[in-house]
């Protein structure tokens, strides 16, 4: 990771920002007044920021911001990690030195970033880093871990279960393949013929997406598939559906399918991520690092990571 003194002076801070709405190519880095944690807040050092499909998605125009209560000049990117080293007023269970992982809305991607600890709200959150969690794998576990955990939810595999993921080499996908398979359930995951030894080494079953999906599974599972979750599109619930899995134990998390649940991170269950980041650190669960880059190359991060070809997660080193 860059060294402190790659920082600007006390009192400021590099961020990425936006002036206009658009792709990667709209990203800029620019030295601002650092923010000041107030009454109830916290103040995070910025060490590591894991970027997610939403971080470009809900940026690329001005409609999408909206709905998100985004306006310009924006930040960027949501999962951070770092040390707590302001704390104000008011706030209890954090000190100036404290590890900590968590969502900083469209703002992660900067030296620091301000968060109000007791706020209860999605993506303004701070958690405690747990002894044996890196920080640039704490600074992709929180927007896909808790998708995967809310998706998981909905269908609540167990050992007598045969669970189809669609696209389970992405970014959450990783999550959701483990979690499975740690709820004892048997996972067949979808994916590129590049990706299929990338899914066998998280506990999958590789399938190739596409045309005859259902026939390629179906010769996988010759008893049947009990729950699907489709992490992607609709092809994955569509094909569930052919093989007889119940609209119930069906679940979606990027596109809406008649009559089929869907899940968010901001479902996610009270304390699903810190039990996310206790298997981590216990060596239950891994998050594989597909690239990391340096702030100066948000761009070059940006590109790859809305490819969705990357196999595991994209962390930007502050």
Not at 80 to 85: K, Q
Request: hydrophobic content about 45%; overall charge negative.
């Amino acid at each position: 990771m860059q060294e402190q003194s790659d920082r600007p002076p006390a009192g400021r801070s590099r961020a990425v920002r936006l002036h206009s709405f658009g792709g990667p190519e709209v990203l800029d880095i620019r030295e601002i007044p650092a923010p000041q944690a107030g009454p109830g807040q916290i103040r995070v050092r910025v060490t590591a920021a894991g970027l997610n499909p939403m971080d470009w998605l809900m940026t690329a125009d001005a409609d999408t911001a909206a709905r998100f209560g985004l306006s310009l000049p924006a930040g960027f990117g949501t999962d951070y990690a770092g040390v707590v080293d302001q704390v104000g007023d008011g706030v209890s269970g954090f000190a100036p030195g404290d590890r900590v992982f968590g969502g900083a809305l469209s703002r992660a991607v900067a030296d620091f970033v301000v968060i109000d600890p007791a706020g209860g709200i999605a993506a303004n959150e701070a958690h405690h880093t747990p002894d044996g969690v890196d920080d640039r794998t704490a600074a992709t576990l929180t927007i896909a871990g808790r998708t995967a955990s809310a998706a998981l939810a909905v269908v609540g595999p167990g050992p007598d279960d045969t669970v189809l993921l669609g696209g389970a080499a992405g970014g959450v996908g990783v999550f959701a393949v483990q979690l499975a398979r740690i709820a004892g359930a048997r996972v067949i995951g979808t994916g590129s013929a590049a990706s299929s030894d990338f899914l066998r080494d998280l506990g999958a079953k590789p399938v190739v997406y596409g045309d005859g999906l259902a026939d390629r599974v179906q010769a996988l599972a010759p008893g049947g598939v009990t729950a699907a979750i489709d992490l992607h599109g609709t092809d994955t619930a569509h094909a569930a559906r052919e093989l007889g899995v119940p609209d119930g134990r069906i679940c979606t998390i990027a596109a809406q399918v008649d009559g089929v649940p869907t899940a968010n991170g901001a479902n996610a269950a009270l304390g699903a991520l810190e039990e996310i980041a206790r298997l981590v650190a216990a060596g239950r669960l891994r998050v594989p690092i597909a690239a990391s880059f340096p702030l100066e190359q948000i761009r070059r991060a940006a590109e790859l990571q809305a490819g969705r070809h990357v196999h595991g997660k994209v962390v930007i080193d502050l």
